[in-house]
């Protein structure tokens, strides 16, 4: 039975990220990458837009409107809302791929923040098959992350990852197909924008929105001195009341976010201590494999090395890195039953 499944229907990966989500069909590749946001009525909690849509309005919304990251912290924050975005965005395969007659229904192996609980699991599993999965697989997104990178998390050879994302850190040291130490750290490349809105505001009392500050990232920011970049921080003068544009450098970037890093840095040297040595030995030699989208701030390898003394290899492509680790786990039987979460379900 299970073989003729195969040939009618396509499985699917999916990263529900903090920032941004990605859908993968095996056999296809990545067919959605949008924003994990969803735009609502305040009142009504009408859903207005999702994904890319929704964050194409965000910090430009008339008063009726704001918008949730639902999961931007890590957890399900608003339950409800998680599930439109999640089926919204399974339905937006069906349709775009045209892959579901319906009698193909998907195995679905979604990554997830290692901080949701059990219930919430639980009911992101109950979500994906009322949107017509056939069996749904919850794995940690650490572990998705590790396989997509081409870490040998099989082997009984000790790996070390630390995925950055917009809302978690999720560090974990990896053997023979099961974590050994982990942590999920609630800070990452939202806590450096915000860092840039606090030394906007405290340096030239500046008043600048959330996208202004992440733009100002990706143009300037770095994590280690390297080619000198330039960028305005736009906003309102908390004097005046007044627009104001002020240049600022990599040098100020740095300097903003340079707290956010060290303590992302210390999250990685406690998981290191708690990680038998015969394990930590391992990854002292083959190095530690930074990914997620705070990986691509420039410099960050290197300042992560310099402080660990270890060699530190971004992966490839960190977008997508959890995305493709769910697709190589979907073709891979062995691999699914080592990696799948256990927290609270059974399918
Ligand atoms: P998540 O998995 O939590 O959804 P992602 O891995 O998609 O997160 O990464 C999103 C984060 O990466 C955002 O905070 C974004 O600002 C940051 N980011 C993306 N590109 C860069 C870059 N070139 N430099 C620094 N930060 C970046
Ligand atoms: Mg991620």
Redesign the pocket.
């Known amino acids: 039975m299970d073989r003729l499944w195969g040939m009618v229907t396509h499985d699917i990966g999916i ?1 529900l ?2 920032a ?1 989500t990605l859908v993968l069909v095996v056999g296809k590749g990545i067919v959605i990458r949008e924003p994990s946001v969803v735009a609502l009525h305040k009142k009504s909690k009408q859903i207005i837009a999702i994904g890319t849509e929704a964050k194409k309005m965000v910090g430009k919304m008339p008063a009726n409107l704001t918008y949730v990251r639902p999961l931007r912290d890590g957890v399900i924050s608003d339950f409800d809302i998680t599930m439109a975005m999640l089926k919204f965005f399974i339905k937006k395969v069906h349709v775009r791929e045209g892959l579901l007659p319906k009698l193909a229904r998907p195995r679905v192996v979604i ?1 997830i923040p290692s901080g949701v609980t059990p219930v919430e699991k639980r009911a992101v599993q109950d979500a994906t098959l009322e949107a017509g999965a056939r069996e749904v697989y919850l794995v940690e ?1 650490a572990m998705a ?1 590790a396989v997509g990178a081409g870490l040998p998390i099989n082997e009984a050879t000790g790996s070390m990852i630390v ?1 950055i ?1 917009g809302g978690t850190t999720e560090i974990a040291t990896i053997s023979l197909g099961g974590m050994v130490a982990n942590k999920s750290l609630r800070i990452a490349g939202d806590e450096m924008d915000q860092d840039i809105i606090n030394y906007a505001r405290s340096r030239y009392n500046l008043l600048i929105g959330e996208r202004t500050a992440e733009e100002v990232k990706l143009a300037a920011g770095w994590a280690f001195p390297g080619t000198v970049r330039q960028s305005k921080l736009r906003g309102r003068d908390l004097a005046t009341g007044l627009p104001r544009e002020i240049s600022v450098s990599s040098d100020e970037i740095g300097e903003a976010i340079s707290t956010t890093l060290n303590q992302i840095i210390d999250a990685i040297k406690d998981t290191i201590e708690e990680t038998p040595p015969e394990i930590v030995a391992d990854f002292i030699q083959s190095g530690i494999v930074i990914t ?1 989208g705070g990986s691509l701030l420039p410099g960050l390898s290197e300042r992560i090395a310099s402080e660990l003394k270890m060699p530190v290899i971004t992966a490839k492509d960190p977008l997508t890195t ?1 995305v493709r680790g769910t697709g190589l786990i979907l073709e891979d039987r062995e691999l699914l039953k080592k990696v799948k979460s256990r927290g609270g379900l059974s399918v």
């Open positions: 990263d990220g903090t941004n990554g997104e992350a995925d994302g997620g959890v």
